[in-house]
């Protein structure tokens, strides 16, 4: 049986294969990045891998990922989320 998590943005139940892991990293250019091994440590949040874009505006405007990553006194810009997301996809390509 395959695990089942929540998108932050739309927040439909999915298995985490349709889903991509963003976990917070406090060193590096970005405060997020996408994490493709689901290894990484720590607090993460979850994004449709359909319309990742979409979603992360979602959740950033409810300001769900600042809450699912602990981070509401310091926010998480939106400018943050979706350079992970496009230097993952790039890495995908």
């Known amino acids: 049986m395959t695990p089942v998590r929540m998108c932050q943005g739309c927040r ?4 985490v ?4 892991r963003l976990k917070y990293t406090p060193t590096g250019d970005s405060l997020i990045a ?4 689901s ?6 949040v979850y994004l449709c891998r359909d ?5 992360a505006g979602r959740a ?3 300001r769900s990922l600042a809450r699912g ?7 998480i810009p939106l400018e943050d989320v979706l350079s992970a997301l496009s ?3 790039s890495k995908e390509e």
């Open 12 to 15: 439909t139940r999915r298995p």
């Open 17 to 20: 294969e349709e889903l991509i």
């Open 34 to 37: 996408v994490d493709g091994t």
């Open 39 to 44: 290894r990484l440590p720590g607090r993460s």
């Open 51 to 55: 319309h990742p874009e979409d979603c």
């Open 60 to 62: 950033h405007r409810s």
């Open 69 to 75: 990553l602990r981070m509401m006194e310091q926010g």
């Open 87 to 89: 230097h993952a996809r």
